[in-house]
T-cell receptor, first 114, second 119 residues
Framework: GNSVTQMEGPVTLSEEAFLTINCTYTATGYPSLFWYVQYPGEGLQLLLKATKADDKGSNKGFEATYRKETTSFHLEKGSVQVSDSAVYFCALSEGSGGYQKVTFGTGTKLQVIP | DAGVIQSPRHEVTEMGQEVTLRCKPISGHDYLFWYRQTMMRGLELLIYFNNNVPIDDSGMPEDRFSAKMPNASFSTLKIQPSEPRDSAVYFC?????????????????FGPGTRLTVL
């Protein structure tokens, strides 16, 4: 079955540091890939997505590129802020017919200190 | 748009009591999902509905859990009787089909969650 593996957290960075959160996936076909973010006390919200190989998703300074050859979708940001402190979930969706089942990773907690 | 609405935001109950969690999806969305989030197991899909019909409840942990969607704007998740191991954050999410393609858009919109504590 499908699976998503992301790096263990927590990740602690100083403000303005470079961020990478690794994500790799296993899927039988050609999934769509996502990063969701969960701020404290809130539900998950979509951060960015990519639907085919070599696509780059970007939002709020975050980027991730769909790498089919390495089955990866690593999240990056050039300069993190304290407000980026949250839990980040990598996910994929794949399916046929009406519903595309979403598989989430376990989440990586990011803490940014001033 | 108000987004996905869940109530209550926090629930504390005693073991053996019935618990009902409520969800109002985004208007126009025809898929509704219930998830459970714990530190040990992460985010688990419990059940999802399409056009108010339960499609896959294979994630429901046991018969103590039940979910209904009587109309397009309301769903409930009930636990009866509740147990301490049910303590978790329960999320509701919704999504919709793209016009013309007949396929969901992939993106799920999550509510703020209900934090359930069973003593």
């Amino acid at each position: 079955g499908n699976s998503v593996t992301q790096m263990e957290g927590p990740v602690t960075l100083s403000e303005e540091a470079f961020l990478t959160i690794n994500c790799t996936y296993t899927a039988t076909g050609y999934p769509s890939l996502f990063w969701y973010v969960q701020y404290p006390g809130e539900g998950l919200q979509l951060l960015l997505k990519a639907t085919k190989a070599d696509d780059k998703g970007s939002n709020k300074g975050f980027e991730a590129t769909y790498r089919k050859e390495t089955t990866s979708f690593h999240l990056e940001k050039g300069s993190v802020q304290v407000s980026d402190s949250a839990v980040y979930f990598c996910a994929l969706s794949e399916g046929s017919g009406g519903y595309q089942k979403v598989t989430f990773g376990t989440g990586t907690k990011l803490q940014v200190i001033p | 748009d108000a987004g996905v609405i869940q109530s209550p935001r926090h629930e504390v109950t005693e073991m053996g009591q019935e618990v009902t969690l409520r969800c109002k999806p985004i208007s126009g969305h025809d898929y509704l999902f219930w998830y459970r989030q714990t530190m040990m197991r992460g985010l688990e899909l419990l059940i999802y509905f399409n056009n108010n019909v339960p499609i896959d409840d294979s994630g429901m942990p046991e018969d103590r859990f039940s979910a209904k969607m009587p109309n397009a704007s309301f769903s409930t998740l009930k636990i009866q009787p509740s147990e301490p191991r049910d303590s978790a954050v329960y999320f509701c999410a919704s999504s919709f089909r793209t016009s013309g393609s007949g396929r969901p858009t992939d993106t799920q919109y999550f509510g703020p969650g209900t934090r359930l504590t069973v003593l």
